[in-house]
C-alpha cells in the first residue's frame, strides 16, 4: 500500500525567501503525486500533480515540484515566499489505479515571518 | 462555476446520536470521495463513490459509518451512534472520472460530539 511522510510538521520562513517543503513517498510502481494547499477556513486545493513525463512540474502560485525517483521523493519549491502562502500543505500519493483514492501526508505548516 | 458544497458546515451533537452530512458534487463528477481530516492529520479516506457505487468503503472505520449516492450525485454521510472520537472535519471531494483526476474539496463539516 502507498503512504506518504512529510518530514517537516512546522516550517517558517522570511518573507521573500526560498521555500522547500519535503514529501517522500512510498509505492510499488510509478506513482501519481499531488501537492494540495489548505488555507484557515478553506478547503483543500490543487497547487500541482505529476503523473509522467518532465520530472520538474510548475503549479498555481509559483510553486514547482520535482520528482525524484531514485530518492521517493516529491519536494514542493518557491523561489520568492509571500506571506499570503502560510497556510498548511498537503502532499498526496495515488496509485494510479481506477477506483483508488489519494493517500495524504499529515502535512506541513507554514508560517512566513517580515 | 459551482464548487462542492457540503452541509451543514458545522454540527454538534451528543454522543449517541444519529448525524447526516451532505455533499453536492461539482456537476457532471462521477467519482466522489469522503475523508475524514482530525486535528495536526492529513486528511483520511474513508469511501470512495463511482456513479452510485460505493467502489471503495476500505477506509470507512467501523459498521457505525455508512456512506450512501444513490442518483449518482449528491452524497450522505451517515454516522450511527456517534463517540466522541468521530469528533473531526468531514471532507468531501469529487473528480471528473476518478483515476486520480484531481480532486475538488469542499470546505468541510465540523462535527463536534459532546
Known amino acids: 500500500a502507498q503512504s506518504v511522510t512529510q518530514p517537516d510538521i512546522h516550517i517558517t520562513v522570511s518573507e521573500g525567501a526560498s521555500l522547500e517543503l519535503r514529501c517522500n513517498y512510498s509505492?510499488?510502481?510509478?506513482?501519481?503525486l499531488f501537492w494540495y494547499v489548505q488555507s484557515p477556513g478553506q478547503g483543500l486545493q490543487l497547487l500541482l500533480k505529476?503523473?509522467?513525463?518532465?520530472?520538474l512540474v510548475q503549479g498555481i502560485k509559483g510553486f514547482e515540484a520535482e520528482f525524484k525517483r531514485s530518492q521517493s521523493s516529491f519536494n514542493l519549491r518557491k523561489p520568492s515566499v509571500h506571506w499570503s502562502d502560510a497556510a498548511e500543505y498537503f502532499c498526496?500519493?495515488?496509485?494510479?489505479?481506477?477506483?483508488?483514492?489519494?493517500?495524504f501526508g499529515k502535512g506541513t505548516t507554514l508560517s512566513v515571518s517580515s | 462555476g459551482a464548487g462542492v458544497s457540503q452541509t451543514p458546515s458545522n454540527k454538534v451533537t451528543e454522543k449517541g446520536k444519529y448525524v447526516e452530512l451532505r455533499c453536492d458534487p461539482i456537476?457532471?463528477?462521477?467519482?466522489l470521495y469522503w475523508y475524514r481530516q482530525s486535528l495536526g492529520q492529513g486528511p483520511e479516506f474513508l469511501i470512495y463513490?463511482?456513479?452510485?457505487?460505493?467502489?471503495?468503503d476500505s477506509g470507512l472505520p467501523n459498521d457505525r459509518f455508512f456512506a450512501v449516492r444513490p442518483e449518482g450525485s449528491v452524497s450522505t454521510l451517515k454516522i450511527q451512534r456517534t463517540e466522541r472520537g468521530d469528533s473531526a472535519v468531514y471532507l468531501c471531494?469529487?473528480?471528473?472520472?476518478?483515476?486520480?483526476?484531481?480532486?475538488?474539496f469542499g470546505n468541510g463539516t465540523r462535527l463536534t460530539v459532546t
Open positions: 471531494a469529487s473528480s471528473l472520472r476518478g483515476n486520480n483526476s484531481p480532486l475538488h
Open positions: 509505492y510499488g510502481a510509478t506513482p501519481y
Open positions: 505529476y503523473f509522467s513525463g518532465d520530472t
Open positions: 498526496a500519493v495515488g496509485a494510479g489505479q481506477a477506483g483508488t483514492a489519494l493517500i
Open positions: 456537476s457532471g463528477h462521477t467519482a
Open positions: 463513490f463511482q456513479g452510485t457505487g460505493a467502489a471503495d
